[in-house]
């Protein structure tokens, strides 16, 4: 089972890799691919050492998959590339997920739409792996209405460039900048680029990708995308309107018993879900279940999860063994 991992030196790749070995998925021969500045460089998968290849030597090397962390450019330019050659792609970026031709994945949730002869993947954003997979159980038994979304993002979903501005102004360190303001000490309400309406590529990745997931266009959904200086994972405010009314005990048990999920809820002890607690975690927690007490058929939820593991890194790997146990490949 020959697998690329292409971006391998990046914050997901290497997480991606980490993963593979943990979950001990059948790799055969790992090729770790990434820029030319990359290229020769060594990196350690079960133990040894594996030399870092351009993408076009690990697109001449045919693997069985290749798994992208390496930006939307990339992806649109290489992905067919392995394509052709019969390689299956499962792409962390953004570049394909909303092309109607290529599944976007949760395996909980719609790994149902994957099929033989499938050869581009999409891997969906972080906050939207982790949202959909408490609501989606919600969903089939209530039917979601709306959705109003705060996200409360880790600096770790912008990448090393970002953890490193962070570590510098708490050093007191004059450094690189990943944003245009400090992150320690501050917040801002601007994750991805600003587009015309106002919202952001982030809020917007939200909007959509929930729908296409969940497989149901009428889902009315409004986001608004933070940052936060910390690492560890993203975390979620969402209200959430249902078509039918709940039961609160019904919820919780609903999505306890979806795979993947932790409910963390106990106000009386301050048990909550945090970063804290996702950090290199694959699990998402929910917490803070209760209803809306301002409009009828409404619930609050707050979900936290790692966005590099199960946000990424996971949820790709995922892909690929469902790909593998289903004999797709």
């Known amino acids: 089972m020959k697998t690329a991992?292409?971006?391998?030196t990046g914050m997901v790749g290497r997480t991606m890799m980490k993963v593979l070995e943990e979950r001990n998925f059948p790799v055969t021969e790992l090729i770790p691919a990434a820029s030319e500045k990359s290229v020769g460089k060594e990196i350690i998968f079960k133990g040894k050492p594996v030399k870092v290849v351009s993408v076009q030597d690990a697109?001449?090397?045919?693997?069985?998959?290749?798994?992208?962390?390496?930006?939307?450019?990339?992806?649109?330019?290489?992905?067919?590339?392995?394509?052709?050659?019969?390689?299956?792609?499962?792409?962390?970026?953004?570049?394909?997920?909303?092309?109607?031709?290529?599944?976007?994945?949760?395996p909980e949730i719609n790994s149902h739409v994957l099929k033989k002869g499938d050869r581009i993947i999409a891997n969906p954003n972080c906050s939207t792996i982790q949202m959909v997979m408490a609501l989606a159980p919600l969903h089939r038994k209530y039917i979601i209405k709306r959705l109003v979304i705060a996200t409360y993002q880790s600096v770790t979903g912008t990448g090393l460039k970002a953890v490193k501005q962070m570590e510098n102004e708490r050093n007191g360190i004059k450094g690189e900048m990943a944003y245009a303001y400090p992150i320690d000490m501050n917040c801002f309400p601007h994750g991805g680029s600003f587009q015309?309406?106002?919202?952001?590529?982030?809020?917007?990745?939200?909007?959509?990708?929930?729908?296409?997931?969940?497989?149901?266009?009428t889902i009315m959904v409004t986001a608004t995308v933070a940052r936060i200086p910390v690492v560890g994972g993203h975390s979620e405010a969402?209200?959430?309107?249902?078509?039918?009314?709940f039961d609160i005990d019904e919820v919780r048990r609903l999505i306890s018993e979806f795979p993947g999920n932790i409910i963390y809820d106990d106000p009386a002890t301050n048990k909550y879900p945090m970063p804290i607690l996702s950090h290199n975690r694959d699990e998402v927690f929910v917490g803070r279940i209760r209803r809306d007490l301002s409009k009828e058929k409404c619930l609050n939820l707050w979900i936290v999860s790692d966005n590099i593991r199960k946000g990424a890194a996971t949820n790709a790997v995922q892909i690929a063994e469902y790909m593998v146990e289903k004999k797709l490949y």
């Open 5 to 8: 991992v292409v971006g391998a």
């Open 59 to 106: 697109v001449d090397a045919k693997p069985v998959f290749a798994i992208f962390s390496a930006g939307a450019s990339t992806s649109k330019e290489w992905a067919p590339e392995f394509a052709r050659n019969g390689t299956i792609v499962i792409d962390n970026s953004s570049f394909w997920r909303m092309d109607k031709n290529v599944p976007l994945i949760v």
């Open 196 to 217: 015309a309406d106002g919202y952001t590529s982030e809020e917007q990745k939200l909007i959509d990708e929930t729908r296409k997931i969940l497989e149901d266009q």
């Open 238 to 245: 969402v209200n959430v309107e249902f078509k039918k009314d």
